[in-house]
């Protein structure tokens, strides 16, 4: 799957805030049944470890 901007470029990198990504994967998982909440925690674990670190706080 591609992403594209209106232009109809192809985006190739983008960076989201950790605080923005726990955000957006909390308000999917209350929709998902329990059983599969461990599938969603994986994948927010592999989008996190297949980042490239642009900032540390602290």
């Known amino acids: ?3 594209e901007t209106r ?3 192809e985006i190739k990198v983008i960076s989201i805030e ?3 990504l ?3 994967f909390n ?3 209350k929709d998902f ?3 599969l909440l461990s599938v969603l925690n ?3 674990y592999d989008i996190v470890r297949n980042s490239r670190v ?3 706080e602290g």
């Open 1 to 3: 799957m591609a992403y």
């Open 7 to 9: 232009e109809g470029q």
């Open 18 to 20: 950790v605080s923005r």
């Open 22 to 24: 726990t955000e957006i």
């Open 27 to 29: 308000d999917y998982s």
């Open 33 to 35: 049944p329990y059983e």
């Open 42 to 44: 994986f994948l927010e």
């Open 54 to 56: 642009l900032e540390l």
